[in-house]
Structures are given as structure tokens and as C-alpha cells.
């Protein structure tokens, strides 16, 4: 635990919460960790999924409402990125005031994932997908800032919903 918090977690608008630097955040300081035990997505309510952070191809972490990990935004231009399995880390220098933000789909593997993206980047996507729906140059782009198990095959070959 940190002696003096770096982040808080404030309303923005349409969008909901957000996570803001209270401080200046150094690139490659891990930002937000996802503690808690790995489920599988029946075994979570519906109504957590939207703020999930994906393990493995079949399983989630739901952060505390409300948490850091619950609140940060996606932007296709993001200041954080993905760490190993369970961490966010600042891809650039935060200034102060900032939202801190991560690419959605650098944690999302199933190819169903959908959602309209208004992040203002200039270079805005429109659509955020699963990581394996992106085209190669988001691919090098975001490459060792994705989740470890998106690189691997999937576990299990049936179908699946998540
Ligand atoms: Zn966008």
C-alpha cells in the first residue's frame, strides 16, 4: 500500500468514472494491480461485466465497484498498458490531473467483444474488439503491453460465449 494515493477515481461525464493522476506518474510505474480470484463469466453477475479484467481465455477478475481497476477508461491512444497477467503500467510520463486509460482490446479474447468507442484519439478505432480482431499494426503497436494469454492459442476449442 502506498502511503499517499497517486490516483482517485472521479465522474466524467457520459463515460461514467475514470481514474485521474493525483500526482505525476512515471513511465513504467505499475499503476493499478487486479487482486481477487479468477471466475468464470456465469459465475459473475451480469451486471460486473463491463469493468472485468480478463486472465485467461475462460477467465475474469472483477475489481471492487468502483476500484481503480473498476473505473480506468479505455482510449485507443492510452497511457497505460498491460503488464503480465494482472497489472497496468504507465506507458508514458502522466502528468498530473490526467486520466490514466488502457486499450481495451490488449485484455479482451473473445472475438463477440463489441463496443463503440468515442475516445476522442486522433487515430480512434470506432469499434473496440477483441485483441485477435485487431490488424497487425495495433498489434505492433501494443506489442508486451497485451495480456500474456491473448499470445497463446486457446485453451479450450469449443465454441464459447467468453
Ligand atoms: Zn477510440
Known amino acids: 500500500m502506498r502511503s499517499t494515493p497517486v490516483l482517485t477515481v472521479r465522474k466524467?461525464?457520459?463515460?461514467?468514472?475514470?481514474?485521474?493522476?493525483?500526482?505525476?506518474?512515471?513511465?513504467?510505474?505499475g499503476v493499478i494491480r487486479y487482486y481477487g480470484k479468477s471466475r468464470w463469466i456465469w459465475d459473475i453477475p451480469r451486471w460486473e461485466w463491463d469493468h472485468l479484467f480478463q486472465v485467461e481465455y475462460d477467465r475474469y477478475v472483477s475489481p471492487?465497484?468502483?476500484?481503480?481497476?473498476?473505473?480506468?477508461?479505455?482510449?485507443?491512444?492510452?497511457?497505460?498498458?498491460?503488464?503480465?497477467?494482472?497489472?497496468l503500467v504507465a506507458i508514458r510520463a502522466i502528468s498530473k490531473g490526467e486520466e490514466l486509460t488502457f486499450d481495451y482490446s490488449t485484455n479482451v479474447g473473445w472475438d463477440g467483444f463489441q463496443m463503440v468507442c468515442a475516445c476522442g484519439a486522433p487515430d480512434c478505432r470506432g469499434v473496440i474488439t477483441s485483441y485477435g480482431k485487431l490488424d497487425d499494426r495495433w498489434k505492433v503497436?501494443?506489442?508486451?503491453?497485451?495480456?500474456?494469454?491473448?499470445?497463446?492459442?486457446?485453451?479450450?476449442?469449443?465454441?464459447?460465449?467468453?
Open 12 to 29: 466524467v461525464g457520459a463515460k461514467g468514472l475514470g481514474v485521474f493522476a493525483l500526482t505525476e506518474v512515471p513511465k513504467g510505474s
Open 64 to 87: 471492487r465497484a468502483g476500484s481503480y481497476g473498476w473505473s480506468i477508461n479505455h482510449s485507443c491512444g492510452p497511457n497505460c498498458g498491460v503488464r503480465g497477467e494482472r497489472e
Open 141 to 162: 503497436r501494443y506489442e508486451g503491453l497485451v495480456s500474456p494469454f491473448l499470445l497463446k492459442p486457446p485453451r479450450n476449442p469449443r465454441p464459447t460465449l467468453f
